[in-house]
Nanobody
């Protein structure tokens, strides 16, 4: 699976961004899609996951109620809608794909290149 994420940028606190991640190379609906993020000096952490065809979602507590993950299997794309952004959301955001559900970054073999999100206070 090849993944390409985009949509990052600079936004003020309280603002919104939407990150799309386009996939190619395999049957997209067979894969759970996950967003992780990595802030400077910190480990990569789980943000949100959506299962394949059924679309079950799960979020990190730090983003619950502010971020929404969704997917369009016809377009082979997963999205992360980020609202009410905070400075602590500043990080490089990565999309990843795996057949089985996991919140652990080391379980994933397929990664996008990352897109940087900076939230100013």
């Amino acid at each position: 699976v090849q993944l390409q994420a985009c949509g990052g940028g600079l936004v003020q606190a309280g603002g919104s961004l939407r990150l799309p991640c386009a996939a190619s190379g395999r049957t997209f609906s067979d894969y759970a899609m996950t967003w992780f993020r990595q802030a400077p000096g910190k480990e990569r952490e789980f943000v949100a996951i959506i299962s394949g065809s059924v679309g079950i979602k799960n979020y990190a507590d730090s983003v619950k109620g502010r971020f929404t993950i969704s997917r369009d299997n016809a377009k082979n794309t997963v999205y992360l809608q980020m609202n009410s952004l905070k400075p602590e959301d500043t990080a490089v955001y990565y999309c990843a794909a795996r057949r089985l559900y996991s919140r652990t970054p080391t379980d994933y073999n397929y990664w996008g290149q990352g897109t940087k999100v900076t939230v100013s206070s």
